[in-house]
């Protein structure tokens, strides 16, 4: 499994965004979520594939099976590399959402990798028990969804590195654990409930790190990226 560091780019327009891809020269792996992209829809994929960039296109899908499948079809087009969906919607609406990018991908092209949302890294375990409704332990809850993605064919979840290792030993080491909540010692956490370090990601064994405010707010983003990425990578 490669292992690499994601960048939200959490920025609410184009100019935003170009603002700040135009400060690296290298080739990154950068995350497009709502906010992005309802803004300016699919020239945002565009404009940073022209560059060379793997997207992870985080719109988190959750809606009856046909409507997930057929939107998957379309998101397939575009040539993003990875997409997901909420694993909540239950093991037929992420089959379907598979069939849909299967269906949608152009031919010769590999299919972007189709991850689950298991629990968001702001929610707690008090907040998932009195809010959602879940009666169950937060592990539990991520290991049981993570199963159910397994089981729909899927190639990994989002959760949190602390889930990582039981995921992995429970799983596989080739299921995919995308692991936001990513702060460095000295950052505030925000509006996140489960965070770790670079370092400590690492250690845990996710495969990929999704990393924010800690490089898109940073003084030297460049410098900062780099740093994180060797935090993470163990370089």
Same mark, same amino acid.
């Given at each position: 499994?490669?292992?690499?560091?994601?960048?939200?780019?959490?920025?609410?327009?184009? #100019?935003?965004?170009?603002?700040?891809?135009?400060?690296?020269?290298?080739?990154?792996?950068?995350?497009?979520?709502?906010?992005?992209?309802?803004? #300016?829809?699919?020239?945002?994929?565009?404009?940073?594939?022209?560059?060379?960039?793997?997207?992870?296109?985080?719109?988190?899908?959750?809606?009856?099976?046909?409507?997930?499948?057929?939107?998957?079809?379309?998101?397939?087009?575009?040539?993003?590399?990875?997409?997901?969906?909420?694993?909540?919607?239950?093991? *037929?609406?992420?089959?379907?959402?598979?069939?849909?990018?299967?269906?949608?991908?152009?031919?010769?092209?590999?299919?972007?990798?189709?991850?689950?949302?298991?629990?968001?890294?702001?929610?707690?375990? #008090?907040?998932?028990? #009195?809010?959602?409704?879940?009666?169950?332990?937060?592990?539990?809850?991520?290991?049981?969804?993570?199963?159910?993605?397994?089981?729909?064919?899927?190639?990994?979840?989002?959760?949190?590195?602390?889930?990582?290792?039981?995921?992995?030993?429970?799983?596989?080491?080739?299921?995919?654990?995308?692991? *936001?909540?990513?702060?460095?010692?000295?950052?505030?956490?925000?509006?996140?409930?489960?965070?770790?370090?670079?370092?400590?990601?690492?250690?845990?064994?996710?495969?990929?790190?999704?990393?924010?405010?800690?490089?898109?707010?940073?003084?030297?983003?460049?410098?900062?990226?780099?740093?994180?990425?060797?935090?993470?990578?163990?370089?």
């Amino acid at each position: 499994m490669n292992k690499a560091v994601i960048i939200a780019l959490d920025f609410k327009n184009f #100019e935003e965004t170009k603002a700040f891809i135009d400060q690296f020269e290298e080739s990154l792996y950068v995350k497009v979520g709502m906010e992005l992209f309802y803004a #300016e829809g699919p020239q945002i994929i565009k404009y940073l594939k022209e560059k060379n960039h793997k997207i992870f296109l985080d719109l988190k899908l959750h809606d009856i099976p046909n409507t997930v499948k057929s939107a998957m079809k379309n998101l397939a087009r575009l040539g993003v590399d990875m997409v997901n969906v909420h694993a909540a919607g239950t093991i *037929p609406m992420m089959k379907a959402a598979v069939e849909g990018l299967i269906e949608g991908t152009p031919e010769g092209e590999n299919r972007p990798l189709c991850i689950a949302v298991t629990q968001l890294t702001s929610t707690s375990e #008090e907040m998932m028990q #009195e809010q959602i409704l879940i009666n169950e332990t937060l592990p539990n809850t991520v290991l049981k969804y993570a199963q159910f993605t397994k089981e729909a064919g899927l190639d990994g979840i989002v959760c949190s590195a602390l889930e990582t290792k039981e995921i992995h030993e429970k799983l596989g080491l080739d299921f995919v654990t995308c692991t *936001p909540g990513i702060r460095q010692a000295s950052d505030s956490v925000d509006d996140q409930k489960r965070v770790v370090t670079p370092e400590k990601a690492r250690e845990l064994g996710s495969d990929y790190i999704v990393v924010g405010r800690s490089i898109t707010r940073a003084q030297n983003p460049v410098e900062t990226y780099q740093l994180i990425n060797k935090q993470f990578l163990g370089l």
